[in-house]
């Protein structure tokens, strides 16, 4: 019951990656009200510039990408790895509680998506991107049209991750 702040944390890990520290191009913070049966979604831009907390800034990183704390925690093996060190970050600059995380590789992601049976995505404009990564790291041509989407996990997954027609 109450409210509860959960750090929802996607990896940037193809499946070769998985053991490897990598950095966490997904930064959301979820508010979920279980009294009203309620979720709400506040999302970080991964290249936000911030203050990292006390366990990274004693090893020479006062500031990074809000996406970096998980990465340079995982990589020197910090106290409380990079789950803690990310959720760190978060409240030191935005102070936000959280009582936990929740952390998603590309596979885990389309799996959740599957097992919901699928999103609904109003896709603004039709979305191009003629060299959409794939795990071999290859390239595909990936295309969605303008309009009311739905789409299973593997494909929300890859309209997340383009960013070859714009900026992110």
Not at 35 to 41: I, T
Not at 45 to 70: C, F, H, K, T
Not at 144 to 153: F, S
């Amino acid at each position: 019951q109450g409210v509860r702040y959960l750090l929802l944390l996607g990896l940037d890990a193809r499946q070769d990656q998985l053991q490897q520290p990598t950095r966490t191009d997904s930064v959301m913070v979820a508010r979920v009200d279980f009294d009203k049966k309620n979720v709400r979604l506040l999302s970080f831009p991964r290249d936000l510039w911030v203050a990292m907390p006390s366990q990274l800034a004693q090893l020479g990183y006062n500031e990074a990408r809000i996406n970096e704390a998980y990465f340079y925690a995982e990589f020197f093996d910090t106290a409380g790895g990079g789950a803690k060190a990310a959720m760190d970050t978060v409240t030191l600059n935005f102070g936000i509680p959280l009582d936990g995380y929740i952390l998603l590789n590309f596979y885990g992601f389309v799996d959740v998506v599957d097992a919901l049976g699928g999103v609904d995505i109003d896709v603004p404009s039709d979305v191009y991107d003629p060299a959409f990564p794939t795990d071999d790291y290859g390239y595909m041509e990936f295309y969605v049209p303008a309009g009311r989407q739905h789409m299973d996990g593997i494909t929300a997954l890859r309209y997340a991750r383009t960013r070859h027609q714009d900026n992110d």
